[in-house]
């Protein structure tokens, strides 16, 4: 870095060091290719130190797709398909509760329930998924359906957002992943997903979502046609929704994958890129708690770098992911309990294993199947510099 980019990224650190917010201009600068990406890490490291002390998280979960069949047709996705596509599908409640029984019998505490807008298929039926699975399997937390799937809801039932998701919190409904929010900016998020859900809806649900007691996740997808503005717009974004309600738990960057999909001709992100944004995020967003590395989209080396560029959670065991592995990703369909625990230690951390609300998660020792969830992983005795 030349001397005026080091006195600049000086007030940065200062800043954070401070305490002190920083600005928009602040996260542009730190985008920068001639500011140096060690530092950048460096700094967000101190922050997941202050905030999280020196653990890397992970739960054991099981992904559920019930339906790849959906009504949109955004430029970023490989994982959809039309109703009379051969490889389209929809599942039955015999092959969703399969999924939950498989999932209790591997000792997982989350299915993550996620899919396409399938344009025969009633409100009803996804509701019912998540009725059946909690009556069949009520230990499992369920976390499901992204904004865009709740703003469908909304549009077949004619009801309000918050009917939708009291209905579906009265059924077992758990949680939401951040899915869906892409990038905010109108700019980008109309040249990728013009039709669906937009900002104002995505900020909105998640807001009502808080608002009638379900944490949510929140993400954004980098590494396409966006530039360094609009991530750090997004995530100011995010931040000030935070502000408001609290109710975002953990904050997942998702990097891009255009193997067939309608951008594939664009390069999917380098691991330079991805450490960046991982610690950028960190720096940026003082008020969500948690970063993850989500390791299907990182690939597994990267996300256990990221745990010294600002990431606390590698996510975990990921069983059935089909959404990012239609888009190329080559990373393992699944992570064994040992691989996770040991690529947490060889980053230096400690390994704990949480579940879905970051409750720290206690193993029968004599049967691993049997678990309970215990103290919050946030409660004050966490480390701080």
């Known amino acids: ?50 905030k999280n002390g020196n653990v890397g998280y992970y739960n ?17 996705c490989a994982f959809r398909s039309d109703l009379r596509d051969p490889k389209g599908y929809a599942m039955s409640d015999e092959q969703i509760l399969d999924r939950g029984r498989e999932a209790t019998e591997n000792g997982c505490t989350e299915m993550h329930i996620v899919g396409g807008l399938h344009h025969q298929k009633p409100y009803e039926w996804y509701r019912n998924m998540i009725e ?27 009801k309000s957002i918050q009917w939708v998701l009291e209905d579906l919190k009265s059924v077992g409904l758990g949680s939401m992943p951040g899915g869906g929010a892409e990038i905010f900016h109108p700019e980008v998020r109309d040249q990728l997903c013009e039709h669906k859900a937009n900002t104002h809806a995505w900020i909105n649900i998640h807001r009502t979502a808080h608002q009638v007691g379900l944490r949510t996740n929140c993400t954004m997808l980098y590494g396409h046609v966006e530039q360094a503005f609009h991530r750090i717009d997004h995530l100011i974004r995010l931040r000030e929704l935070q502000d408001e309600t609290g109710g975002f738990q953990v904050f997942i960057p998702l990097a891009f994958h255009p193997e067939n999909t309608k951008l594939s001709d664009l390069k999917k992100p380098s691991a330079l890129m991805d450490l960046r944004t991982m610690a950028v995020s960190r720096l940026m967003l003082d008020n969500v708690q948690h970063i993850k590395a989500y390791w299907i989209m990182l690939g597994v080396e990267t996300a256990q770098a990221a745990l ?78």
């Open 132 to 158: 059946i699975l909690h009556s069949e399997y009520p230990q499992i937390h369920l976390k499901g359906w992204t904004a865009v799937e709740i703003n469908w809801f909304e549009f077949q039932t004619k």
């Open 60 to 76: 054991i979960n099981t992904h559920l797709n019930p339906t790849n069949v959906c009504v949109y047709r955004c430029r970023f």
């Open 308 to 385: 010294a560029y600002g990431a606390d959670d590698i996510d975990g065991t990921v069983r059935h992911e089909l959404i990012y592995h239609d888009a190329g990703a080559t990373t393992p369909e699944f992570l064994s309990i040992d691989k996770i625990r040991n690529l947490i230690s060889e980053a230096g951390r400690e390994p704990i294993e949480r579940d879905t609300v970051y409750r720290r998660v206690h193993r029968d020792e004599q049967d691993f199947k049997k678990w309970t969830s215990g103290e919050s992983v946030d409660a004050p005795q966490v480390a701080t510099l």
């Open 1 to 50: 870095m030349n001397q005026e980019t080091k006195a600049r990224f000086r007030e940065i650190r200062d800043k954070v060091e401070a305490k002190e917010r920083l600005s928009l201009d602040d996260g542009i600068f730190l985008y920068d290719p001639a500011v140096s990406l060690q530092a950048v890490g460096e700094l967000a490291n101190l922050v997941r130190q202050r």
